[in-house]
């Protein structure tokens, strides 16, 4: 079914990072994915999508970036009829390959727009699942339990409190699925630690750190710089660190905002960039003032 897509007024539109709170994997499956049971959550750690009013689309991606699934996802929805009249720019600001989601997040949270300004879900999630196991969840963010390969998604109540995280140097080509590769039996578990947690979350309790499991742990600390991030913040004086997805990122939760300030500046003094973030609910209220769908005939 054909649709128009117009943007009305300028707007931006942020892209948000993801923490993976918890991230089990439970085995591989017959069509080369892994089965997961994972809580995502969208923090204040955004890129920042320009929407321009245009006659036609125009697109200029940032430089510099390989697997450009913006792009992509505007190549899907030509092919399934949808005319988009906008000029469109993205700013990167979240670490590239940092295990926080950022090309999947520029991806769906353009979906997202869409479909929160009138764009059928239908139409944008198979395309949103073609892209990436996380990127459907970027069509509303928020506090998600994503099983099956990832796309299966149930949203939570989000957590308190804030989070702290730090990105150590880690290049290697094609690192999720590198480090999908490098799981073995042993790094699987049943999910029912991640299920507890989100049982929490519906429940309005506090997040419990006892209950993070991260499946790429052991494969992560094959990295020095993991390990040294880790390092850090137990020196920091924190008793749990994790990494986000399949990493590098590692992350602290700190229930309360003082603590989180202590801890990103002890982490500063050994010598680290941390951020300090919050979980982060996306508004698409903007959206749907300046954007219109409309169907073709
Ligand atoms: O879905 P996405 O394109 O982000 O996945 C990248 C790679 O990570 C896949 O090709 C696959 O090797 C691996 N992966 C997996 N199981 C998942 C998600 C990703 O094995 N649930």
Same mark, same amino acid.
């Given at each position: 079914m054909p649709y128009r897509v117009t943007v009305r007024e300028p707007l931006v539109v942020l892209a948000p990072a993801k923490l993976n709170l918890?991230?089990? $994997?439970?085995?591989?499956?017959? +069509?080369? *994915?892994?089965?997961? #049971?994972?809580?995502? /959550?969208?923090?204040?750690?955004?890129?920042?999508? $320009?929407l321009e009013p245009a006659p036609r689309?125009? *697109? /200029?991606?940032?430089?510099?970036?390989? +697997?450009?699934? #913006? !792009?992509?996802?505007?190549?899907?929805?030509?092919? %399934?009829?949808?005319?988009?009249?906008?000029?469109?720019?993205?700013? %990167?600001?979240?670490? &590239?390959? !940092?295990?926080?989601?950022? =090309?999947?997040?520029d991806a769906g949270t353009l979906l997202g727009a869409f479909v929160h300004a009138g764009l059928p879900r239908s139409l944008a999630t198979p395309i949103a699942t073609q892209l990436g196991s996380d990127v459907p969840f970027f069509l509303d963010g928020g506090t998600a339990l994503a099983r099956g390969r990832g796309t299966d998604l149930e949203p939570l109540p989000p957590p308190n409190?804030?989070? $702290?995280? &730090? &990105?150590?140097?880690?290049?290697? !080509?094609? %690192?999720?699925?590198?480090?999908?590769?490098?799981?073995?039996?042993? +790094?699987?578990? +049943? =999910?029912l630690a991640t299920l507890r947690q989100a049982e929490r979350l519906r429940l309005r309790q506090d997040l419990d750190p006892r209950l993070v499991r991260n499946a790429f742990l052991r494969p992560l600390l094959a990295f020095e710089a993991v390990r040294q991030a880790l390092d850090a913040f137990v020196t920091a004086g924190t008793r749990w660190a994790w990494p986000s997805g399949s990493g590098p990122a590692v992350f602290t939760w700190c229930p309360q905002r003082e603590a989180a300030e202590q801890l990103t500046l002890a982490l500063e003094t050994s010598g680290l960039r941390p951020i300090l973030t919050a979980p982060l609910k996306p508004s698409w209220e903007q959206v749907r003032t300046a954007i219109t769908v409309e169907q073709l005939h």
């Open positions: 918890g991230l089990e $994997v439970l085995g591989r499956r017959p +069509d080369g *994915y892994h089965d997961l #049971v994972t809580i995502l /959550q969208t923090i204040d750690l955004s890129d920042r999508l $320009v689309l125009t *697109y /200029q991606p940032p430089s510099g970036i390989g +697997d450009e699934l #913006v !792009a992509r996802a505007l190549r899907s929805l030509a092919a %399934k009829g949808v005319v988009i009249e906008a000029r469109l720019s993205l700013e %990167k600001r979240i670490p &590239v390959a !940092a295990g926080l989601g950022g =090309g999947s997040s409190g804030w989070f $702290v995280l &730090v &990105v150590p140097e880690l290049t290697l !080509a094609h %690192k999720t699925r590198q480090l999908y590769a490098a799981l073995t039996p042993a +790094d699987y578990s +049943d =999910g």
